[in-house]
Structure formats: structure tokens, C-alpha cells
């Protein structure tokens, strides 16, 4: 089928000045065309400084600022925000307005806009999202990472205009839709170690896998799929050798060169913290208190291998750690 026998889509009218504030300060912006591709018309994202260069949306070197976006627009049609894992915001994608999605609209209760067809709804929300970048089902997407929404600013009657933190709403959204409503992996209670801070890090950094976990505490993050990856990989780790204490994990954290701002959002720290302790099923125990020919073994985050390429708090296999006393 040729597209001139395929209308182009028709847009609403926009409203960007409506965008929130807290968006247009971000220089995570690109402009969008139509393009006839595979055939369908496809939102297609161009640099904002370049419009007639593609951009990517897991390449901040190709994202612009807002007004570089609206400055653009006339030469496309429309502009899109890119949601990043440096960024608190997680955004969920509704094409339709459905008995689901409208309860999924009110449950978030955050700022939610119309989509460029009028026929849906995009709410954006701060929130971490636990199994990594997003999923999809139906009407509903969520992403809080290489994504980005194409953005009207035209506000959905009677819904906030502000961004609200929804971490629980969004965890009962994403039950409900994608029919996950099952049960996290129990949280085992805390058997804290009693050493020090310097001793439990000297241990750690002695063990077998020492250099690597040494590499992640050093800040280096090479082999991991994000920043966020590599934030959850050394809380696996700390988990283990501290004995699931959560506190311990949030204080050794911060000496870390991977400690960044992001680590002050609780709606990012905390899920961070909680499923690596989910995922530590057994922890520490120096060499005099543990049975003889026993081997200490973790569910997930303490092998070299995770939880890169497969997401946060995600492992192909159930790693072992001798430690070396």
C-alpha cells in the first residue's frame, strides 16, 4: 500500500506552555515527525538542535533542550520528552480510554495529558519501576527509560497538573494491567553482622569476586546496561555481607563512588535497597561460626554477571561467594 493512499494521522492542538515545569527544565527533549515506515506511520524523534538529524532515545548526546524543542517544532510535528535512569519520572502510556485505563488514570492521580490522537492518555509520575526499563500489554505501557513520550501539555479534564511521587499506585497499576498480581519473594529479616563498617568492607573487597565488587565500589559501571544497574548490583552485594541490614546497606552505599544525587530520592533508593535484600536469601557468616563444607550461596546481584543485560535484580543463575578469612 502505497502512503498516498494512507492518511497521515491528523494531532490535536498543543499546549506546551502547560507542560510542567519540572519537565522543560530537563535537556531531555527531542522533536518528532510522521514517517511512513514498515507500513504504518511512525513517530520518528529528531535532534532538537538538528531536526533534520535523527536522535535516540537512549543517547542523551542526541536530546536538546525545551526551547531548543519548541524553537524545532516548526520543521516537525511535535516534540517528545525522553524518560532517562538519571531521572526520578516514570511514564505510563494509555492509547485508549477504557474502564481499565480511566481506573489506572485515577489511581495515579499525577499530571496527565492527552495524547497527540485525543483518543488517550499519557500520566507521568515519580516512581522507580522494579523488573527495569518498562513493559507493555494492550492499551498500557509504562517506561521509566529509553522512551520517550510524544507531549501535547493539553491537560485531561480533572486531573492534577502537578507530578506526584506514586510509587505504591504505580506497583497496583502494574498488577493489575499486565496481570502481575502476585506476591513479591518474601523479605528475610536482617541478621546483622557485628564488625565494623571497615571490617565487613575488608572481607568483602577479599572475597573470590573482590576485584569486581572493588571495580563497582570504585564507580566503574562498564558491562552493566545503566548507572541504576550497576547501583542495584552493589546493593546485592552489600546485602550479603551485611547481613540484610538495610540501614548498613544505605551507609556503606553513600562511601561508594557510585553514590550520586539520585541516591537522595527514597522512590529510587528505597526499591533499590528492598529488592536486593528480597533477593538475598542467605548472607555472611564468618568463617568460625559457619558449619564445616558450607558455602555460602545468594539468589541474584553477587555474581560478575548480574544483574547486567537482564535488568535490576534479575540473574541467569545463583551465584556462590567463598569469602577469604
Known amino acids: 500500500m502505497s502512503v498516498a493512499a494512507v492518511d497521515k494521522p491528523t494531532s490535536i492542538e498543543t499546549s506546551y506552555e502547560s507542560i510542567p515545569a519540572e519537565l ?17 506511520w511512525t513517530k520518528v524523534p529528531y535532534q532538537a538542535a538538528r531536526p533534520r538529524v535523527e536522535a535516540s532515545s537512549t543517547d542523551p548526546a542526541t536530546w536538546g533542550t525545551f526551547e531548543q524543542a519548541l524553537a524545532a517544532v516548526a520543521e516537525a510535528d ?3 520528552f525522553v524518560f532517562s535512569p538519571d531521572d526520578p519520572y516514570t511514564g505510563v502510556d494509555l492509547d485508549a480510554l477504557t474502564p481499565e485505563t480511566e481506573w489506572a488514570i485515577r489511581k495515579l492521580d499525577s499530571y496527565t495529558e492527552k495524547s497527540v490522537s485525543g483518543r488517550g492518555a499519557h500520566v507521568i509520575v515519580k516512581s522507580a519501576l522494579k523488573e527495569g526499563k518498562g513493559r507493555r500489554k494492550g492499551d498500557f505501557e509504562i517506561y521509566s527509560q529509553s522512551r520517550y513520550f510524544a507531549m501535547t501539555g493539553v491537560p485531561l479534564d480533572g486531573r492534577l497538573h502537578r507530578i506526584a511521587p506514586r510509587q505504591a499506585e504505580v506497583d497496583a497499576v502494574m498488577g493489575r494491567l499486565l496481570g502481575e498480581d502476585k506476591p513479591d519473594a518474601p523479605r528475610l529479616p536482617p541478621t546483622p553482622i557485628d564488625a565494623s563498617d571497615q571490617w565487613i568492607l575488608e572481607r568483602m573487597f577479599s572475597a573470590k569476586n573482590g576485584r569486581n565488587v572493588s571495580a563497582l565500589w570504585m564507580g566503574y559501571t562498564d558491562g552493566y546496561t545503566s548507572h541504576s544497574d550497576a547501583d542495584a548490583a552493589l546493593c546485592c552485594h552489600l546485602a550479603f555481607w551485611t547481613g540484610r541490614d538495610p540501614e548498613r546497606i544505605d551507609r556503606l552505599f553513600r562511601q561508594s563512588n557510585l553514590y550520586r544525587e539520585k541516591w537522595e530520592r527514597a522512590s529510587y533508593r528505597d526499591p533499590t535497597i528492598d529488592g536486593a535484600i528480597r533477593l538475598t536469601k542467605e548472607v555472611y557468616t564468618p568463617a568460625s561460626e559457619r558449619p564445616s563444607g558450607v558455602v555460602a550461596e545468594v539468589e541474584g546481584g553477587t555474581s560478575d554477571v548480574c544483574p547486567r543485560k537482564t535488568g535490576p535484580f534479575s540473574c541467569s543463575s545463583p551465584p556462590q561467594i567463598c569469602a577469604t578469612t
Not at 522543560?24 to 504504518?40: I, N
Open 78 to 80: 511535535g516534540i517528545g
Open 24 to 40: 522543560q527544565a530537563l535537556a531531555q527533549w527531542v522533536v518528532w515527525r510522521y514517517e511512513w515506515r514498515k507500513g504504518k
